[in-house]
């Protein structure tokens, strides 16, 4: 039986891809930190690698936002096959801690904490898409909500980590989704035990061909669950989105709702990574997002809108595409 968050790359398969990542916020310092854990097995040749990668961003001088990225041989590691645990020299990822460092030219960071008080996320709507071949990319949301606690050195400013708020996500297949984006918030405003996720993404088939976008979002409400991923909701909701703007809608018997994700470009920076045919992709990133969400519950045979949450600049989000938007500044690439 698979295990959530376990790794799934096996030794000597080409054309595979996986990655961990950690994203977090000190409002205080108005800074995040995205922390990125991957491993990537081309299709062609066999040069299974590690990279580790962060990104900082600053909220009230982007400018100044960077990016660092490494790539290790494989030898320099250690991957836990069926276990949550990859050791890239000093660094390492596993279940409640992680711990790095990184430097370049410029800058250099490093990070030391644990992960409590876990709430976990969505995944896809049914296990046994786990154990097929479509979605060629799996996800998970293993940490949707949590607490770290611990420290992080940005160059010589070191800050203390004190119930900081944390998601860590999980992303394995063949292949990466052609173009999707995700996007996650725990921080309304007047609202602080709400969170929300929302995915959606298509896959290449052949030639040019491309599946439809599918869309899946989970909402938790004080407590309640809304997952709208099954069956139903796949065929019902929708999205429409550029860069930097991302409307949606979602359904299922009981409730729907609607809203949307959006960003400033100055507050956008984006990164290259590899897919496993070694064609690039760009994650325009930001995790001062805003979003407007309103929750519909049925009555009878309508729906009836219950509540509206809001947030301003509190959001992650991502838009992931084959091309970099001219607008935003590229922080790294990934080898």
């Known amino acids: 039986m698979r295990q959530v968050n376990h ?51 600053y909220q009230d001088e982007p400018q100044n936002s960077f990016g660092i990225t490494k790539k290790y041989d494989l030898k320099e590691g250690i991957f836990g096959s069926n276990a949550f645990f990859i050791r890239i020299k000093e660094s390492f990822i596993k279940d409640g801690y992680v711990k790095g460092k990184l430097k370049d030219s410029k800058h250099s960071i490093e990070w030391d904490f644990k992960i409590t008080d876990i709430i976990a996320g969505q995944s896809l709507p049914y296990n046994f898409l786990y154990n097929i071949s479509i979605p060629k990319n799996k996800l998970e949301t293993p940490v949707l909500d949590g607490s770290i606690n611990g420290t992080v050195q940005i160059d010589s400013q070191k800050i203390d980590l004190n119930r900081v708020k944390v998601v860590q996500n999980h992303l394995w297949g063949p292949k990466m989704h052609h173009q999707w984006n995700w996007g996650y918030c725990n921080q309304f405003d007047g609202n602080p035990d709400v969170i929300f996720e929302a995915f959606t993404g298509r896959q290449k088939l052949f030639l040019n061909l491309e599946t439809p976008d599918i869309s ?47 960003s400033e470009y100055k507050d956008l920076g984006a990164v290259k990574i590899k897919d496993t045919d070694l064609s690039s992709i760009f994650l325009h990133q930001t995790s001062y997002g805003s979003l407007k969400l309103d929750l519909y519950t049925r009555e009878g045979w309508s729906y009836k809108k219950t509540e509206s949450f809001t947030s301003k600049e509190g959001c992650f989000i991502e838009f992931a595409n084959r091309y970099k938007d001219p607008h935003v500044n590229l922080l790294y690439e990934a080898q």
């Not at 409307?247 to 709702?257: M, R």
Request: aromatic share 20%.
């Open 216 to 262: 899946i979002f989970y909402l938790n409400h004080r407590g309640k669950k809304y997952q709208f991923n099954k069956i139903e909701s796949l065929i019902l909701n929708q999205s429409d989105y550029h860069i930097g703007y991302w409307h949606f809608k979602a359904e299922t018997f009981n409730a729907k709702i609607e809203g949307f994700f959006e």
């Open 7 to 57: 790794a799934q790359w096996i030794l000597g398969v080409r054309g595979f891809h996986e990655a961990y990542a950690v994203h977090f916020s000190i409002p205080d310092k108005k800074i995040s930190i995205s922390l990125y854990y991957t491993l990537l097995s081309p299709d062609d040749v066999y040069d299974p690698h590690f990279n580790l990668s962060c990104v900082i961003n």
